[in-house]
């Protein structure tokens, strides 16, 4: 008799602690869910968070993008950033970010863009005046800085990259004029992308362009003749 009660008394407890057990998983379940709940839930937000922060202040993403080099999608958060305010300044924006991501394209649609805002020159005035003070605080270098020039020399060797030699060449001229030849030009840029490239060719052309420029300053008539003599020098050698 006294076996059997500790039988049954040996049944009740494995009873009770398998049902223990399977409570106790119950609650670890209940506490997963919870938790892959709580997560999802979190996530969830996060990605509306970023979303709303990606659409409303894109000039806030456009600049984190650019710190990290990541100009593919600057240039995109600077273009959504134009497309809400239609600023001369966005778009120079745009433009910057084209010629460091080194898309062509992009450069071309931006930068043809811009120097056809009524605006342009005041555009002008603000990124010399940010280069000038930038250059003060950090460099105090004497250096010449003309926007104009920048963004038609970016111009017009992207059209030349894009094969339209003629164009390109035509451009930086029409650009530059033909009473001076400072430095940074938009002829000079393309004069450095065609030695880059050893284009004899575009040598040939860009020495004919040249020929109707004279600068009066004996500094930039140097300057010119010395960058007549390297395309020379490249032509010769194609």
Same mark, same amino acid.
């Given at each position: 008799?006294c076996a059997v009660i500790k039988y049954i008394k040996y049944i009740e407890r494995q009873v009770t602690s398998r049902a223990a057990a399977r409570q106790?998983?119950?609650? @670890?379940?209940?506490?997963?869910?919870?938790?892959?709940?709580?997560?999802?839930?979190?996530?969830?937000?996060?990605?509306?968070?970023?979303?709303?922060?990606?659409f409303a202040f894109p000039q806030h993403m456009a600049t984190f993008t650019e710190n990290i080099g990541n100009y593919s999608l600057a240039v995109k958060?600077?273009?959504?950033?134009?497309?809400?305010?239609?600023?001369?300044?966005?778009?120079?924006?745009?433009?910057e970010d084209s010629v460091s991501l080194g898309n062509d394209e992009y450069i071309i649609k931006y930068g043809e863009e811009l120097v056809a805002k009524?605006?342009?020159?005041?555009?002008?005035?603000?990124?010399?005046? @940010?280069?000038?003070?930038?250059?003060?605080?950090?460099?105090?270098?004497?250096?010449?800085?003309?926007?104009?020039?920048?963004?038609?020399?970016?111009?017009?060797?992207?059209?030349?990259? /894009?094969? @339209?030699?003629?164009?390109?060449?035509?451009?930086?001229?029409?650009?530059? /004029?033909?009473?001076?030849?400072?430095?940074?030009?938009?002829?000079?840029?393309?004069?450095?992308?065609?030695?880059?490239?050893?284009?004899?060719?575009?040598? /040939?052309?860009?020495?004919?362009?040249?020929?109707?420029?004279?600068?009066?300053?004996?500094? @930039?008539?140097?300057?010119?003749?010395?960058?007549?003599?390297?395309?020379? /020098?490249?032509?010769?050698?194609?």
């Amino acid at each position: 008799m006294c076996a059997v009660i500790k039988y049954i008394k040996y049944i009740e407890r494995q009873v009770t602690s398998r049902a223990a057990a399977r409570q106790n998983a119950d609650l @670890e379940k209940i506490v997963v869910k919870s938790a892959v709940k709580t997560v999802l839930a979190i996530l969830a937000v996060l990605v509306v968070v970023f979303a709303v922060f990606n659409f409303a202040f894109p000039q806030h993403m456009a600049t984190f993008t650019e710190n990290i080099g990541n100009y593919s999608l600057a240039v995109k958060y600077a273009s959504l950033r134009y497309s809400y305010t239609g600023d001369s300044m966005d778009l120079s924006r745009c433009f910057e970010d084209s010629v460091s991501l080194g898309n062509d394209e992009y450069i071309i649609k931006y930068g043809e863009e811009l120097v056809a805002k009524d605006d342009f020159s005041s555009v002008c005035e603000s990124k010399e005046r @940010e280069f000038y003070e930038l250059n003060d605080k950090y460099f105090g270098e004497d250096v010449a800085y003309d926007y104009n020039q920048r963004v038609k020399g970016k111009l017009a060797v992207a059209y030349y990259r /894009g094969g @339209e030699v003629e164009k390109a060449v035509n451009y930086a001229l029409a650009a530059n /004029g033909s009473e001076s030849f400072v430095s940074g030009n938009a002829l000079i840029s393309l004069y450095l992308e065609v030695k880059g490239a050893g284009d004899g060719a575009a040598a /040939g052309a860009l020495i004919k362009a040249l020929s109707s420029v004279s600068p009066s300053d004996a500094q @930039e008539a140097e300057l010119l003749r010395e960058v007549v003599a390297s395309l020379e /020098g490249i032509a010769a050698e194609d």
